[in-house]
């Protein structure tokens, strides 16, 4: 059997007029086609819109062409230099290149767009974007590690934009300072263990300081059993930057304390008075000061009264939940990490919240025979994974909520689950808007108000 071909690829150099933005951030121009026709689509990597172009081909595909920026021949007012010397290697970030304020006015029209696109809806009021610190944010994210021979040398980073490779990364500005300068020596650090070429991966996460440690812990996933020498080594360079240091030699359950015997990871609410405990590779927001902001503004949209009960999807730790408690009659949390729903268990206990309930269940499978599903609420709130929450949505008796909020991380879900509610279940859209919460990011972060129609 004959092997299937890659298209082939022009390498020739050619001439763009940038028309558009892309969801993820490239630019749209059209390829010159016969007299009459519009041309085919190509997405070029680093360019933005209004802008003239020398680009290159990267991928040919069926319905549109990939390509990248060799130089810039008319350049948008809205273009800055980047800051990162990795932009356009790291696949890390995509958007330093446009002026931050025009990166948030970029994705509220992408949310605008798919709401009226997929959902066929539109919002009664645009919410104000809402912004914290665009660099030095970031507290959670995974490292890629590879052992590069060519080069005698280790990488640590993020993947580049062809996901096959490493960035050779030296620093990242997005990443919180303590990790984001530490870069080169952690590559170093992996460099000189005897097991350099069996650590895939490092994750990091950031709580908040304790008298022990930072609050901030490094977990080194390893294909193989780790020698005496570089287990000290690990040990010594979580001491020297104050880092807690994990183990995971297998899955999940696997991870394990090297360094301190029993390092305590926590976050603080300190506008709810909660504090959040929580495991090396649990889910956590990953901007802290957007984080707040986000909960402020989502208690604003859903009103939380003292006399009200209030359902809480896909909950998490509680990072919503727990501070809804301070407000609430009582709050019921689920979700379907049963881990993170004995944790929520936990900080509930540990703030002192009885009226804070949490289930473990799948809420992409039938739920309409559990005890929490009949019982009777007033308000629901909504965060769920970039799939949405169609289901459980379709599960739900709606009509005992008069107002629900939907916090969405992509917004073709929200758009989508948007209609179902708008156009078959009788609530209005009465606003949404976009949170910034990975600047310089493609990445769309949303909030949306429905209300029952009167």
């Not at 026709?37 to 991928?59: D, I, N, W």
């Not at 070429?197 to 022990?212: K, L, M, N, S």
């Not at 301070?326 to 540990?350: C, H, I, P, S, T």
């Amino acid at each position: 059997m004959a092997r299937s071909r890659s298209p082939r690829i022009d390498k020739t150099p050619f001439e763009a007029q940038i028309l558009d933005l892309t969801h993820d951030g490239r630019g749209v121009a059209r390829r010159p086609a016969a007299p009459g026709e519009s041309g085919k689509a190509v997405f070029v990597y680093g360019a933005l819109p209004g802008e003239r172009v020398m680009a290159e081909q990267t991928a040919k595909n069926r319905h549109f062409d990939e390509a990248r920026t060799l130089d810039v021949l008319q350049a948008s007012p809205d273009r800055v230099a980047p800051r990162c010397a990795h932009f356009g290697t790291c696949g890390g970030c995509v958007l330093q290149h446009l002026d931050e304020d025009k990166q948030i006015h970029a994705k509220q029209r992408v949310l605008m767009e798919n709401l009226e696109r997929i959902g066929h809806v539109a919002p009664g009021s645009v919410l104000a974007p809402l912004v914290d610190a665009s660099w030095g944010y970031r507290r959670k994210g995974r490292f890629s590690v590879r052992r590069v021979d060519k080069k005698d040398k280790t990488l640590v980073g993020f993947r580049e934009q062809d996901p096959r490779f490493v960035a050779d990364l030296s620093e990242c500005h997005t990443v919180i300072p303590e990790i984001g300068g530490c870069i080169t020596a952690l590559a170093a650090l992996v460099d000189g263990l005897d097991a350099r070429a069996d650590i895939p991966q490092i994750e990091f996460i950031a709580g908040d300081a304790t008298a022990e440690f930072g609050g901030i812990a490094l977990v080194f996933r390893h294909l193989k059993p780790l020698g005496d020498a570089d287990r000290a080594a690990l040990v010594a360079f979580g001491q020297q930057h104050s880092f807690a240091i994990f183990l995971q030699p297998g899955g999940v359950d696997s991870v394990h304390p090297l360094w301190p015997e029993a390092p305590a990871l926590a976050f603080v609410l300190p506008q709810w008075n909660v504090e959040l405990a929580f495991r090396p590779l649990d889910f956590i927001q990953v901007n802290a000061g957007l984080n707040q902001k986000m909960i402020a503004r989502t208690f604003e949209l859903l009103d939380p009264q003292p006399r009200d009960r209030v359902l809480d999807l896909f909950c998490g730790l509680g990072n919503f939940t727990l501070p809804m408690a301070r407000l609430v009659g009582e709050v019921v949390g689920v979700e379907g990490d049963a881990g993170l729903v004995a944790r929520a268990r936990e900080n509930a206990q540990r703030n002192g919240l009885a009226n804070a309930q949490f289930h473990a269940a799948d809420l992409t499978q039938d739920q309409r025979g559990t005890g929490w599903m009949r019982q009777g609420f007033d308000k629901l709130l909504l965060d769920p994974p970039r799939s949405g929450a169609i289901e459980v949505l379709q599960q739900l008796p709606l009509k005992q909520f008069n107002r629900i909020v939907y916090v969405s991380c992509h917004p073709g879900s929200l758009a989508r689950d948007a209609g179902f509610l708008v156009n078959e279940q009788g609530y209005e859209l009465k606003a949404a808007g976009v949170m910034d919460m990975f600047p310089h990011t493609a990445h769309v972060e949303s909030i949306a108000l429905f209300e029952r129609k009167r």
